[in-house]
Structure formats: structure tokens, C-alpha cells
């Protein structure tokens, strides 16, 4: 019965969709403003009815109901509760129910939160909103229903991928997700705002705290998606540039972008076109990016399956929206007038440098990610485009926006003097000037994309606070330290990367119990193999020993895991943390003398890419509730104002 | 200047921009994509000697071998008509076995071995490399149900 409650309430949240879009859009063309009344309950009914659907899936996957054609396909009753929960959206037609899901409660939200855009604009974002909304239902329902049962039942189910029974796989999806789909709500307010005529700083602030919290959400998803990929493939990297890699970090170039630019717009009343253009663009990138990941035309870890069908339907949904949205831009954008104006060297200079770059970095990752596919339509020749083609394209670009970053700042409204600005960021590029200089030095393995990258971390890491130079502190407001602490966390992931890629040591030996590797100040003792039992595998597990100088020994135990319902192997990397690094142990197969292959990473200062990914993420987490709490602030002493009078 | 010269502006260095970046991915792509071979492509096409490729096809039957040093793997990846000896230096993936599917990216050198820089094999059951979708391997497969008996 779960299952099909699940499916009914699926049905009625795609007809609360349809009934929101049916009254918003007659609401607008007849002009009645009592219909605008009920779209914020119906909303807010369509939130609640597509969450309980997904609450409901999770449900037969937790109870292991094996009558349920997805839940045989993807569990089995003997797995820990967590990845139970979590294999519910490990899955092509769960993870759709995900995302649907994640948008109706995005809808939802904007009906309970949502104050401060004009009625009108509302409306139709809602109706916006919901248009996209069908779409998705519509190809859930039809191509690929999550409660479809299965006769006979069968006695179990066959088990998830054991790479993706990990904690990572609970976590990274789902907000992953809440950040893909929150920029549906950043393209429904630019939709909206395109037809009611209504671009300028309101509809800024408005739109701002959504783009913010779900740059937050794709950040920390993009961040644990790298930490993941790290220790769970065992291929000892953070960054692959897998198209599904790229699928994730389009939108998040996109959303950057638009995060800055919608400050200009709300501050001063500037780049009205360019920031609805980027609102389109950005949801569009994670539509593409879904496609591309869902529809199989890529293969990796994360395509679950291969269906064309399926793909032609997410390729026509794209095709309506991205198409509707960027003609609806082509009509009124001749109808938007520009705001006020500012000189090439000011703030609004600087965010304009920082949009055409992320652009351009998008636009290289865009045609690296998608030329494979066009190349395979042209001529009967395969070809993959990967990191060499990508860090070349991208990197020296990369650089050039960092640096531009730690000047932004530091630059007034609207105009400024270079001269002014050389004098504020003297001690950043002195910084800069003078960890180059070392670098060059006392480094002998080092490229110069690394290399250059370090020197800048030095002077932005610096440049990062020096807004903060004279001012009262308890004064500055929390958004301006948001900024401080995200352009910081990029300095640290700066250096993570540098020092990853240019001072990793890497060590492959066969070893025997009771050999001893060297790796750099570490003493690593292969000691025995020993075979352990999990709840549903068993595991071959060495035991090693790791002495860095002359510490305290560590114990660690890399394995190789067998499932017992996939009959597949995993390795399991072992780590070791230390401040300043980490060691990466992966066990490898046995031969017939008996010695076991080790693989065996020294990776200084590894860490600080991810920390560095928290820290950006938090910085947007901190400038988010900054707006909030200022909007709110605003809000009371204007009703208080009005009072008064 | 007048808002509409500063929007015309914007607009060229925002066109600027994205053709800068396309002539830059342009260029970048023309000596950085892998192009894609089976073997059989490989005596057809007889690429240069150090150009980067990627090489796909089935792990011949009874082909692997593994060397003193307990980390280099030599074997033979098949597709049906022409053979490929390969070299690899590390840990092979999990679902490295004979009869099953790789992806392999490296190098081919002068004396026609394929120096494997990374391997790629099949992710799970439901899973084959893209680039092998085209292959007959039936004749190779090892078949699973049969080992448990």
C-alpha cells in the first residue's frame, strides 16, 4: 500500500503544479488579483504532498520492501540502515524523485518566505516555478515511476553499488541537489521579473539570499563530492574532470558569477540584462548537467543507466525550458533598461572582470565536457578530452580571477583610482612578489601553473582581511565578513592544490609482511594480512604501521572488501591526517611469492583544498544570513517609521 | 560616456571574452583530446609512436602477466580481430580480470607495446565502458553462473 500512497501522492503534487502555473497565468492575463491569494497555500500544498511522496520511497527502502521494483533493483535486506535510507536516491528514478522533491519544498518556501518581491513578480516566479515543476513530474510519472511494483516478489533484493555504499553517497546527492535546484528558484525569479517588467535593486535583494544558499548547498556538494572521489576510488585524486565532475561545477561557475553580479544590481541598480541572463544560464547548466549525468550519453561511476528513451525525454525538457527562457530574454531584453553607470576601474569594474572570466571558464569547460558527443554525431571517431586539455584551458584564466579577486575589494563604487588601489594593495603583491621569489628558489619540482598559484594564495590570503583595514570590527556587517572568509577559503584551497600537485610523493612497491617503505619522513611497516568481516562484506585488511620522524606510530589498515550480493571487490584507502598532510595507503593484489602490492602517497597540505571548500561555503553561508538579517532589520524600522507618521 | 556606449561595451568584452575562450578551448583541444582505439584501429591507423591515446578492448583470455618486480602487468587486450600488447605499472582496478572489459589511456611506443598510464575496467554489472558498447565479446566473456556451480 506504501507504494502506491507513494504514486498518489506523486499525482496530486503534479496537479498542484499544474493548478499553481493554471492560476498564476490566468491570474496575469485577466488581471485578478484574487486569484494571486491561493498560489502561496498551493505552493506550499505541492511542497508538502512531493515531500511525503519521497518520505514514502525512503520508507520501502528502509523496510526492504521487495514487492517494489526499484527497491529489488537497488537493496538488499542485509545493509546497514544508513545506506537503506540513502540507496532510496542512489538510483536513476530516486534520485529524479530527490530533485523533484528538493523543488517543490524550494516552491514551498518561496510561498512562506518570500516577502519582499512585488505580488505580481511572485506570482508568476511561482508560476515559473511550477511550469518547470510539471515537466519533471511529467517524466517521472511517464518514464520512469520510482513505486512501480514487481510479480513475482522476489526472495531479496540485488544490492547497491558497493562504491556507493559510503557516507559520502548519504550526503553528497541530496545537497548537490538542494544547490542544482535552488537555482531553478534564481531562473523563476528571472522569468518572472522578464514578465512583469520588474529588474532593478528590489528584485535584486530579493533574489539574492536563494542564490546565495544555493551556492552554499553546490560548494559543500562539490567539495564532498571531491573528498569522496578521493578515498573512495583510491586513485589518490581530487579532481578528475569526469563530465559529471564538470556537470556539477558548471552551474557552480554560473552561480558564482551571478552571485556577484546580482550585488552590482542590488547595489547599484547595474548590469540589469547580464544578471537575468545569468540566472538563465545557471539553472540551465544544471539542467544540463542532470541530462548529461541521467541520460547515459556519459559514462561514469554516476550513470546509472542507459536509456535513450529517457534521455530524449530530458533532452526535449531542456530544449522547452532553456529554449523558452533565452527567447523570452531575446524579446524583452530591449525593454530593460540599464541602471546607472561607473567607470572601468571601480567595483563594479572589478565584478564585471570577475563574471567575463568565470564565463570564459565555464565556456571552456562547457565545450571540453560536450566535444566527445559532438565529435561521435560528426564522424565515426571516439575521443575523450581530459585534465591535460582542461587544467591548460582553464588554469592560467583561473589565476588572472584570483588575483583580480583580492583587488575587487578593496575598490569603491563606481569610481576609483588606480593609483589608490596599487597603494592599498601594496603588502599582497609585495607578499606575492616575495613567495614567487622563494618558490623559484628553494623549490626545484614545481610547473608554473602551481607555482604561480601558490604566490598568489600568499597575497590573496593577505589581501582577503585588508577590508577590514580601519574599520570598527564590531561595526562591519556580517555579509562583508562572509565575503572575507569565502575569498579567503579560495587561498587555502589555492594552496592545498598547489602543494598537492606539485609535492605529492608517491611510492609502488610488492612487499612481504615485515617490509619497510620509505615515503618521504615517513617509516611505513607492512606488518601482516589479515581477513575481517563487515555486516555485508568480507575483507582482506593489511595491517600497517606509520612513523613520521621520530612520533608516535600510527596504526592504519587499508582492505580490499568483497560483497557478498555483488560479487565485487572495492579497495578501501587507509588515511592518515596530520596538519601539514596526508598519507594514502591503498593494498593492491597478492602474487604467487606472497608479497602484496602497496601503494603508498606522501600528499603535504592536501587538506586545505577541502577545508578550503568549507571555508568558501561557510563565508556564503554567513553573507546570506548577513542579507536576511538586514533585509529584516530594514523591514521593522520602516513599518516603525511609517508608524511614527 | 553615454549608458548606451557603456552597454555596448559590455556587451563586446562579454563577446570578447567568449571567444577568447573559444579560440582558446579551440587550441587547447587540437593537441589535448585522446582519441579513442581498439586495436583493430590501431593496425588500421598506426598512430605515432608517444601520442596520447586511449585504447579500449577485452583482456585476452590467459594473457596477464606479472612481472618480478610484483608491480608491472603485461597483457594482451582484444577486440575480435587484431590483439594489443599492453604494459601497466600500478595497482590494477578491482574488475581488472581476463575476458572483461578496459579502458586503457597512455602511449604506444616504438616497438608497439601500449604503455598504459591508467586503467579503466568495468564498474559493476550493469556497467560497460562506453567506448566498448560496439564490441562483440561474447565469445570472451567469462560467464558468472557457471562458476558457482
Not at chain 1, 513505486?147 to 513475482?152: A, L
Not at chain 1, 608554473?448 to 597575497?459: K, Q, T
Not at chain 1, 560479487?567 to 596538519?579: D, F, G, I, K, Y
Not at chain 2, 598510464?117 to 560497460?128: G, I, M
Request: net charge neutral.
Amino acid at each position: 500500500m506504501i507504494a502506491e500512497a507513494g504514486l498518489i501522492a506523486l499525482w496530486l503534487a503534479a496537479s498542484m503544479a499544474f493548478l499553481q502555473f493554471a492560476l498564476s497565468a490566468i491570474g496575469l492575463v485577466k488581471g485578478q488579483d484574487e486569484l494571486f491569494k491561493a498560489i502561496r497555500p498551493v505552493a506550499i500544498a505541492q511542497g508538502v504532498l512531493v515531500a511525503i511522496s519521497f518520505l514514502l520511497l525512503v520508507w520501502l527502502f528502509v523496510r526492504s520492501d521487495m514487492s517494489v521494483k526499484l527497491v529489488v533493483a537497488n537493496s538488499v535486506a542485509i545493509k546497514p540502515l544508513i545506506y537503506k535510507i540513502s540507496g532510496a536516491w542512489g538510483n536513476h528514478e530516486g534520485s529524479m524523485l530527490l530533485w523533484i522533491a528538493i523543488m517543490g519544498v524550494a516552491g514551498a518556501c518561496i510561498g512562506i518566505f518570500e516577502r519582499n518581491l512585488k505580488q505580481k513578480t511572485l506570482v508568476t516566479t511561482l508560476g515559473a516555478q511550477a511550469f518547470i515543476s510539471i515537466g519533471f513530474y511529467a517524466y517521472l510519472l511517464i518514464a520512469s515511476n520510482p513505486f512501480e511494483r514487481i510479480f513475482p516478489v522476489p526472495a531479496d533484493g540485488q544490492g547497491l553499488n558497493p562504491l556507493l555504499q559510503d557516507i559520502g553517497l548519504a550526503l553528497h546527492p541530496p545537497t548537490l541537489y538542494i544547490g542544482y535546484v535552488g537555482l531553478s528558484i534564481a531562473f523563476s525569479f528571472a522569468v518572472g521579473a522578464m514578465i512583469t517588467r520588474d529588474v532593478g535593486p528590489e528584485f535584486a535583494k530579493a533574489m539574492r539570499p536563494w542564490v546565495l544558499g544555493a551556492w552554499v548547498f553546490l560548494t559543500l556538494g562539490i567539495t564532498a563530492g571531491s573528498y569522496w572521489a578521493y578515498y573512495e576510488l583510491g586513485w589518490g585524486g581530487w579532481w578528475f574532470w569526469d563530465p559529471v565532475e564538470n556537470a556539477s561545477l558548471m552551474p557552480w561557475l554560473a552561480a558564482t558569477a551571478l552571485l556577484h553580479s546580482v550585488t552590482v544590481l542590488a547595489t547599484r541598480d547595474g548590469l540589469r540584462a547580464w544578471t537575468l541572463m545569468l540566472a538563465v544560464v545557471a539553472f540551465s547548466m544544471s539542467m544540463i548537467g542532470t541530462f548529461l549525468v541521467r541520460s547515459g550519453v556519459l559514462t561514469s561511476v554516476h550513470a546509472f543507466a542507459v536509456d535513450p528513451e529517457r534521455g530524449s525525454f530530458i533532452l526535449a525538457l531542456l530544449a522547452i525550458y532553456i529554449g523558452g527562457a533565452m527567447a523570452l530574454f531575446a524579446l524583452r531584453v530591449g525593454s530593460v533598461k540599464e541602471g546607472s553607470q561607473f567607470e572601468p576601474v571601480s567595483r563594479e569594474g572589478a565584478l564585471v572582470a570577475n563574471n567575463l572570466l568565470l564565463s570564459a571558464i565555464l565556456g571552456i569547460v562547457f565545450i571540453g565536457t560536450l566535444y566527445p558527443l559532438f565529435v561521435e554525431g560528426m564522424s565515426d571517431e571516439m575521443i575523450s578530452v581530459g585534465p591535460p586539455y582542461f587544467n591548460l584551458a582553464t588554469g592560467p584564466i583561473a589565476l588572472i580571477l584570483v588575483a583580480i579577486m583580492a583587488a575587487g575589494p578593496l575598490l569603491r563604487w563606481r569610481r576609483d583610482s588606480a593609483k589608490a588601489l596599487l597603494n592599498r594593495i601594496s603588502i599582497p603583491v609585495f607578499l606575492t612578489a616575495a613567495a614567487l621569489f622563494a618558490l623559484v628558489l628553494f623549490t626545484t619540482s614545481m610547473s608554473v601553473l602551481p607555482l604561480v598559484g601558490m604566490a598568489l594564495a600568499a597575497g590573496i590570503a593577505v589581501a582577503s582581511f585588508a577590508p577590514l583595514w580601519k574599520r570598527n570590527l564590531r561595526r562591519t556587517p556580517m555579509h562583508t565578513y562572509g565575503m572575507i572568509i569565502a575569498h579567503f577559503g579560495i587561498a587555502v584551497a589555492l594552496v592545498g592544490m598547489a602543494s598537492e600537485t606539485s609535492f605529492t610523493e608517491e611510492r609502488l612497491v610488492a612487499a612481504t609482511p615485515g617490509d619497510e617503505i620509505l615515503v618521504n619522513k615517513w617509516k611505513i611497516k607492512f606488518e601482516a594480512i589479515e581477513p575481517v568481516a563487515g555486516p555485508n562484506w568480507t575483507a582482506l585488511e593489511a595491517r600497517v604501521t606509520a612513523q613520521y620522524a621520530d612520533e608516535t606510530i600510527h596504526e592504519i589498515a587499508p582492505q580490499n572488501r568483497m560483497f557478498a550480493s555483488a560479487q565485487m571487490q572495492t579497495s578501501e584507502a587507509a588515511l592518515l591526517t596530520r596538519w601539514n598532510g596526508q598519507l594514502y595507503v591503498v593494498l593492491g593484489d597478492s602474487d604467487e611469492q606472497g608479497r602484496w602490492q602497496l601503494r603508498i602517497w606522501w600528499k603535504p597540505f592536501v587538506t586545505l583544498i577541502w577545508y578550503g571548500g568549507v571555508l568558501i561555503a561557510l563565508g556564503g553561508l554567513l553573507a546570506m544570513i548577513g542579507r536576511l538579517r538586514r533585509a529584516s532589520h530594514q523591514k521593522k524600522q520602516r513599518a516603525y517609521a511609517e508608524a511614527m507618521i | 560616456m553615454k549608458a548606451k556606449h557603456q552597454r555596448l561595451t559590455l556587451a563586446v568584452l562579454a563577446l570578447v571574452a567568449l571567444v577568447g575562450a573559444g579560440v582558446l578551448a579551440a587550441f587547447a583541444l587540437q593537441d589535448r583530446a585522446n582519441y579513442f582505439y581498439t586495436p583493430a584501429d590501431i593496425v588500421a591507423k598506426q598512430p605515432a609512436a608517444g601520442q596520447a591515446i586511449r585504447l579500449g578492448g577485452m583482456v585476452e583470455e590467459g594473457s596477464i602477466r606479472h612481472e618480478a618486480d610484483g608491480v608491472t602487468v603485461n597483457f594482451i587486450v582484444q577486440d575480435g580481430t587484431a590483439r594489443q600488447a599492453v604494459m601497466y605499472t600500478g595497482i590494477t582496478p578491482d574488475l581488472f580480470v581476463e575476458g572483461s572489459g578496459v579502458v586503457a589511456d597512455g602511449k604506444l611506443t616504438s616497438d608497439g607495446t601500449f604503455i598504459a598510464d591508467s586503467l579503466l575496467a568495468k564498474h559493476d554489472e550493469n556497467y560497460v565502458p562506453r567506448e566498448l558498447e560496439g564490441i562483440d565479446m561474447t565469445g570472451n566473456m567469462t560467464k558468472t553462473d557457471t562458476l558457482v556451480e
